[in-house]
C-alpha cells in the first residue's frame, strides 16, 4: 500500500454527498455522547433544542450554539483543573497535556484516553502520508518533548507508520542540526522558525542543509509555514519540500494538512471534523473564498467533547478541486492566515503580522526580525520593523529602505520605520515565534483607546 | 456471508477479519478480564485502541470504549 497517496483512500476520495452522509452520522453519535456524559453540553444543547435525533442535515450544525475558549476557562475553575467539558474519567486518561501559553492566558487543560491517544496519532498520519512520508523514513522531531502537545501525536503517528523516528528534545540547536546530519534523517519535523533557526545554525557550521539527505519538513505551529516567501525561503535553505500542517491543543492533533501536490493550501480532514467558517462579527457563514473564523466540530476524542469551537483563526477555504491531489477534502488556500486578534490596528490602518512576515521574507539578507508597536508623544501610534542583516557585505540600507517601501504600500501608506538592529539582538525562538512586541499605552482608534496599567 | 458497514457497503473479506478481530478483543476484555494477566489485559487494550481507528475508518461506528478502559 505504499504507492497509495492517500492514509484512507476510500474517505479521502469520497463524493461530496457520501462525505456529508458521514460527517451528519457522526456529528448525531457526539451530540448523543456529549449530551448523554457532559452534564453542561447536556444543559447546552437541551437550551438550544437539540437532541442527536434532531439532527437530519449538516445545516441543523448551526442549531448548536458556539463554543468559546472563555467557557473552557470557566469552565476550568468551575470545575479545576480540566473542567466540566470531561466525558470520562481522569483514571481512565494516559495522557495529560496543556496549550503552550504563548497568549500568556491561563492554559488549557486537557486529558486523553489510549483509544484518544491513538486518534490523535492518527490524524497526524493523515497529514504525514498525504505528504509523502513512509515507513523508510528517518524522521527527526526538532521538538521540546514537554507538556505542551506540539508534535506528541506526530512522534507517535511516525512509529505508526514505521519509520526510524529521533526524539530531538533536550538538545542545543547545534545538536539537533549535526543529528539530523550524521542520522541522514530524511524528514524533518519543526515550526517553521525553528526550520529557518536551524538553517541558520547549519551555515554558521559549514554544514550545506541543501546537500542533506533531508527530502522533506513537515511545518507545524505557526501560520508561516503557508507564508509563500517563508516557505519559499525554508525550502531554498533545506533543499527540501516543506508541507504545512496545524494543529491545536483543544483538539489533540491536526485539523488540516499540505498533500504533495502543494496547493498553496491546506486540505481539512473531513471525515474527522467538521469546520465552519463564519464571519467574526456577524457570525453568518462566509462562502468558498472569503475570509473568516474558523468554528470547529471534532469526532475525535470522545474524553473532551469538541461541538463548534470557536478558533479565532482566519481562513480562506476553498473547494477540494482547486487541487488536483484527488482527495474530495476542501481545503484552507495559505493554511491558517492569522488570528482574529492578532490584527493590529495602527493609525487608522490594519495590519497584520502575517502580511509584514511575507514581505519581510523576500529579503532573502533578514535572519531575524520584530514589529514594534509603541506610543510616540504619549498620543501617537508608532510601528517599526526592526532586522537583523548578519551578511557585512550586504547592502543594509537598501534593503531598509525596500522593505520600508513595500510595508508602506501594502498597508495604505502607514508610514514603517525600519531599522537594522546587531546580529543576534532579537529574540529567537524554538515553538511559537512572538515577533509582535505591542508597547503602546494607548490603543487603536477612539473606539478602542486604551490605557495599559 | 459478507460483512457491511453502516453506509451499507460491503467490506472485503480482509476488511471483514479485521472488524472480527476487534469484536474478539472487545468481547474478550468486556467479559472475561478477570481471567487475563497484566500482561495479556494491557496490551489486548492497545490492539483494541489501534484497531478502534481501522473500525472508524470503515465506517463501522464503533462508538466509544471508555468503559472497556480503552
Redesign the interface.
Known sequence: MDDSPYW?PR?ETMPRA?LD??QV?KLR?LVE?ADMQVPWQAKRLRDAGVTADTIATIDDLQRIPPMTREDWMEGQLEDPPFGTNV??GKD?AIRYHLTSGTTGRTPIRVLD???D???IA?MWCYGLWGFGVRPSDTVFVAFGYSTFIGFWGLHYACEKLGCLTLPGGAMTTEQRVRQIVEMGATVVCSTPTYALRMAQEARQLGIDLASSPVERLILSGEPAGSIPATKKLIQEEWGAKAGDTAGMTELGTIMIFECASQPGGTHIIE?HYIEEVLDPITDRPVGYGEMGERVVTSFGR??IPVLRYRTRDLVVKVPAATCGCGRTFDLYDGGIRGRVDDMKLVRGTNVYPRAVEALVREFKEIDEFQIHLYTAEGRRDEIEVLVEIPDPDADGDRILSDLARELAGAHEALRFDVRRVEAGALPRFELKAKRVLDERTVIGSDGERRVQA | MTMKNVAGEELSEARGKLVECYRTLAHVLMGHRDELAPFEERNALKALAALWQVMNGLDMDPGQVYDLGA
Open positions: 484512507n474517505h457520501d452522509a458521514l452520522r453519535n455522547w466525558a470520562a481512565l484516553s489510549m483509544k491517544w491513538e486518534w492518527e471525515d470522545g474524553f
